[in-house]
């Protein structure tokens, strides 16, 4: 089955640096990614999401880049804060026609923020 | 802003009781949806259901059951509670296309 997965466990940076989370996914028939935070004890926060028929979002201090040729989806926050540190995690939507179509959820990047 | 709130942050239960854990949405969604998080294992997906009185199984149905009788309300049911239940329970409220999360239920069976 379709599967949507992170390249790195964990990821430590620079307070002050900017980070780079990724995600590959396998579903080219995925219309639709989300980008979430999870901070410790807390329920899955949403940040950005990008429809497939984009290349790049922007946010607040985050942008999300979605590659299609090779499935490849990123996170990049500017100018990281200690607030940042959590787990990441992308998650996709296939298409599917009515119903419940549910997201597919990689197993998260934590990110860590050296002092 | 969306609002998904998940009755209890904590659980402790014994092996065998039966638990509920509730789930209310705030925004009319009719898309609700039940996963466990484990460590190395990510979001699983239990059951959801995309309108009153309708359910259908995720991934890891078995041990669970869920309940649908308002729109706003969904409830995971464990029959009998077990030690490999212990988890993080996560209720999601979906809207198109966007899912939003409660707090997370951090359920211990003992």
């Known amino acids: 089955g379709e599967s949507v997965g992170l390249h790195l466990p964990t990821l430590s940076v620079q307070e002050g640096d900017n980070s780079i989370i990724n995600c590959a996914y396998s579903?080219?028939?995925?219309?639709?990614f989300i980008w979430y935070k999870q901070e410790s004890g807390k329920g899955p926060q949403f940040i950005i999401d990008i429809r497939s028929n984009m290349d790049k979002r922007q946010g607040q201090r985050v942008t999300v880049l979605l590659n299609k040729t090779v499935k490849h989806l990123s996170l990049q926050i500017a100018a990281t804060q200690p607030g940042d540190s959590a787990v990441y995690f992308c998650?996709?939507?296939?298409?599917?026609?009515?119903?419940?179509?549910?997201?597919?959820f990689g197993k998260g990047t934590h990110l860590i923020i050296q002092p | 802003d969306v609002k998904v709130t998940q009755s209890s942050r904590y659980l402790v239960k014994r092996t065998g009781e039966k638990v509920f854990l509730e789930c209310v949405q705030d925004?009319?969604?009719?898309?609700m949806f039940w996963y466990r998080q484990d460590p190395g294992l990510g979001l699983r997906l239990i059951y959801f259901s995309y309108d009153v009185k309708m359910k259908e199984k995720g991934d890891i149905p078995e041990g669970y059951s869920v309940s649908r009788e308002k729109k706003e309300r969904f409830s995971l049911i464990l029959e009998s509670a077990s030690t490999n239940q212990t988890s993080m329970y996560l209720c999601?409220?979906?809207?198109?296309?966007?899912?939003?999360f409660g707090q997370g239920t951090r359920l211990t069976v003992v």
């Open positions: 579903n080219s028939a995925s219309d639709y």
């Open positions: 998650a996709e939507k296939g298409y599917a026609g009515g119903g419940a179509d549910g997201l597919t």
């Open positions: 925004m009319d969604h009719e898309n």
């Open positions: 999601a409220s979906r809207g198109r296309p966007e899912a939003f």
